[in-house]
């Protein structure tokens, strides 16, 4: 397939995909919310202005539950018969359900990728996309790109400032600054330092270079926006990224790790494989 008609039959898929990980992401925030209901009310501390305006208080179980299963209801719909205003409002239901679950008593990024996700596709629908609308889902898959790239930029001009002034400040580029930060993370949440992860942190030299290629990995996925074979190898690249993350961090990213794989995975092998037997 040429790669204008690849991409658009890649993105008709993954429109459905994305939606079955908004179905396990409605799960996730429900469980989330179930941990946090348990927390004395004391400790919610809206984080934006406007959800400070929508949720004063921590939200009781009824109202979570019911925006839960009216986006729930939103995207299947948006799958039986995909539509504009379906789309903006289970964007909208997605935005206001994670202000109390990820914006609390400070900010977390698990969830940023789903909602951006589905923000982007509010409007292409699959069914009216054509071969010549390609670059609209090139678009689609920059904005999710482009999170990674500024997060790559933040990193690589930060060590750059601080090499500049001099600062004392730990760098990404100093032998121990990963090990450093996984150690601090499992002393916050109090859990014991496992020792294959002391084992693998004792190669300091290695994850300086490690440290260094990732930043610029990162910095570089936006190119995945225009070239199918990048595209599928910075998928690679975000799902290694999360993973570790998730495991040295003890960040939750299932949620982003899902989403880039519904989103970016190349379903066109399928295709391919399929007419190849055929063939035969």
Not at 200 to 226: M, P
Request: aromatic fraction near 18%; hydrophobic fraction near 50%; charged fraction near 15%.
């Amino acid at each position: 397939m040429r790669y204008s008609q690849l991409t658009v039959f890649n993105y008709k898929i993954a429109y459905y995909a994305i939606r079955i990980v908004g179905l396990y992401w409605l799960i996730a925030q429900y469980v989330r919310f179930s941990e946090l209901k348990g927390r004395p009310k004391e400790i919610y501390e809206p984080f934006f202005r406007l959800e400070k305006i929508i949720f004063p208080q921590f939200p009781d179980t009824l109202l979570f539950v019911s925006l839960l299963i009216s986006c729930g209801i939103c995207i299947v719909a948006s799958v039986l018969r995909p539509s504009y205003l379906i789309n903006i409002l289970m964007f909208l239901l997605m935005a206001v359900i994670n202000l109390p679950v990820s914006a609390n008593f400070g900010l977390h990024h698990d969830s940023h990728l789903v909602i951006l996700g589905f923000f982007l596709s509010i409007f292409l629908l699959p069914g009216n996309l054509k071969e010549k609308d390609y670059k609209l889902v090139q678009y689609f898959y920059l904005g999710l790109l482009m999170t990674y790239t500024f997060a790559g930029a933040g990193k690589f001009l930060g060590t750059v400032k601080n090499l500049v002034k001099h600062s004392d400040k730990m760098l990404w580029i100093n032998k121990n600054a990963a090990k450093l930060n996984s150690y601090d993370n499992y002393w916050v949440a109090d859990m014991d330092i496992p020792s294959w992860m002391k084992e693998i942190y004792s190669y300091e030299n290695f994850w300086v270079v490690l440290i260094a290629a990732g930043i610029i990995v990162q910095f570089l996925c936006f190119l995945g926006a225009f070239n199918r074979k990048l595209l599928t190898f910075f998928m690679v690249f975000i799902v290694v990224f999360h993973l570790y993350n998730i495991e040295f961090v003890l960040a939750d990213f299932r949620n982003a790790i899902l989403f880039a794989i519904a989103a970016f995975f190349p379903y066109h092998i399928f295709k391919r494989t399929k007419s190849e037997s055929l063939s035969n």
